[in-house]
């Protein structure tokens, strides 16, 4: 423990945001780190409880007391060579987690939890500015040939990690760069790409192949993977939008959120957007359903687009403003939240089903829509209309794409359609096949398919080899 006095002297100060009127005039991140001293105060607050709650908010089991003890006596180095053990991409975290570590911190009964994941940031930022990650090749090749298919940031770990215990592993990306939504889902300014390429570059020093542009069950046989590796993991996402299948749903300029955020993304990354029909909210009435994280990126791609208005319908009730702390900690609490694009200028409302869209001369001008109760029942004389020239579905995530590959294998399926493997030994019911991320666990989280990867990348390991010295 840092400072034994720390959380009772020190306020929790966190990173702010840069004034919404500023960074909705460009797409790059916007948070404003600590300085130094602020962020050894903000660890020095950890109290280093007896039982550290935070470890099983996290996921990747961060060892998060002892990385704020090393922070708070300046030990930089140490602290991030402590993170990596247990999380390949704290980046990617520091950044775009929702940080379920802090819910779960014991501070957090007060309202006032250690600043983790801005800790978390610092030391990884401070890490790559200062030449502490350094590509890790394995010493000793095992001349095991292993196929990933999927590079978001369950692939990515368990490509990592599989790499660094000898193995000979090939990463296939039917895009044309890896990163899965880390890259063509999550808007720049939440998270900057350069922040992929270096691990990419890291991960290529460490003998890891990426095959770019490959759609394995389209390019690439699914039978030629199964004779040419000695292992596959599966880490393909869960690719499915849910729709909204209402009257008008075929009217032009209704789309899913995940046909308009790749096409900014890609933009940004100077990449063909592959389609004759751009998608764009300048001077749009914009309106997204869905109020999930799909939702508010659609809403800071709109507003950054020059959208007229955005408005966000949920078809869930309110949340409350707070939390039943007694009843809710140290889990992750359902309460409201409003994210950073929110902030920026969109309407939400709840309660919210929408019956039809309508149109004129086949593109969407309006929405027809009731309120329901808590239990989506309709509520009489409660229809309104709302203005539309754009809306984007944001309702998330059925399953994985079964047709191709999937279909191909003959890989079985979950009851809710992802692929079908347990939480330790992460094997499919094909032999030599495994699956993680969200094609496994269903739409999740970045640091969930990190966790999945790299417990993934431990069971192929010891499939392979009898044993494994990967920590899960
Ligand atoms: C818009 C959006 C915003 C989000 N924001 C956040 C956030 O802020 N924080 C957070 O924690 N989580 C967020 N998430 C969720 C998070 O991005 C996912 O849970 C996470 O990326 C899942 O990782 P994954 O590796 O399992 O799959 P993915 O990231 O989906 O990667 C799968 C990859 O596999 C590739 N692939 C699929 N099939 C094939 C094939 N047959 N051949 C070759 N390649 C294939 C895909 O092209 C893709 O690149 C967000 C999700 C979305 C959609
Ligand atoms: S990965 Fe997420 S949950 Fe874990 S310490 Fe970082 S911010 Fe917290």
């Not at 909705?24 to 050894?40: D, G, N, Q, V, W």
């Not at 999945?452 to 392979?464: H, I, K, M, P």
């Amino acid at each position: 423990m840092g400072k034994v006095t720390g959380f009772l002297e020190i306020d929790r100060r966190d990173r702010r945001y840069a004034p919404a009127s500023d960074r909705i005039r460009h797409y790059k991140e916007f948070m404003i780190p600590l300085s130094e001293e602020a962020t050894k105060d903000q660890a020095a607050r950890c109290m280093d409880c007896g039982i550290p709650f935070c470890h099983s908010g996290c996921p990747v089991n961060n060892q998060i007391p002892d990385w704020n003890d090393l922070v708070y006596h300046s030990d930089w180095e140490e602290a991030s060579r402590n993170l990596h053990s247990t999380n390949n991409f704290p980046e990617f975290t520091g950044r775009i987690c929702p940080a379920p570590c802090e819910a779960a911190c014991t501070l957090n009964i007060d309202d006032s939890p250690v600043t983790i994941k801005t800790i978390e940031c610092a030391i990884v930022d401070r890490a790559w500015a200062n030449g502490w990650i350094k590509p890790e090749p394995a010493d000793v090749k095992t001349g095991k040939k292993i196929a990933v298919v999927g590079s978001g940031p369950a692939g990515l770990a368990c490509a990592q990690q599989l790499a660094r215990a000898g193995h000979e592993v090939h990463v296939y990306e039917k895009n044309a760069k890896p990163g899965g939504l880390l890259r063509y889902g999550i808007p720049d300014f939440k998270m900057e790409k350069h922040v992929i390429d270096r691990r990419i570059v890291q991960m290529q020093a460490e003998g890891v192949h990426f095959h770019n542009g490959v759609n394995v069950g389209v390019d690439l046989d699914a039978a030629a993977l199964l004779e040419g590796f000695d292992a596959i993991v599966l880490s393909g996402g869960a690719e499915k939008p849910r729709d909204l299948k209402i009257p008008g749903r075929e009217l032009s300029g209704v789309h899913f959120a995940m046909d308009f955020l790749p096409q900014q993304n890609r933009r940004i990354g100077r990449e063909p957007i592959h389609t004759n029909e751009p998608i764009l909210a300048s001077a749009m009435h914009v309106v997204v359903i869905g109020g999930g994280d799909t939702g508010s990126d659609c809403i800071g791609t709109a507003i950054r687009q020059g959208a007229l208005s955005v408005t966000q319908l949920e078809i869930m009730p309110r949340p409350p403003d707070k939390e039943n702390k007694p009843l809710t900690w140290p889990n992750w609490p359902l309460k409201m939240r409003t994210s950073s694009s929110q902030e920026e200028g969109a309407e939400r409302d709840f309660s919210i089903l929408t019956k039809e869209f309508r149109g004129e001369n086949g593109a969407v001008k309006k929405l027809v829509c009731v309120r329901v109760d808590a239990n989506f029942k309709e509520i009489p004389d409660s229809a309104f209309e709302l203005r539309a020239d754009l809306v984007l579905l944001a309702m998330g995530f059925v399953s994985p794409v079964h047709e191709g590959l999937l279909n191909d294998l003959g890989v079985a399926f979950d009851p809710r359609g992802n692929v079908l493997a347990d939480e330790v030994s992460y094997k499919t019911s094909l032999a030599k096949v495994f699956a993680c991320g969200d094609m496994r666990r269903g739409q999740s989280l970045v640091v969930w398919a990190i966790r999945e990867g790299r417990q993934t990348a431990q069971s192929v390991d010891t499939f392979l080899m009898g044993s494994s010295q990967l920590p899960r």
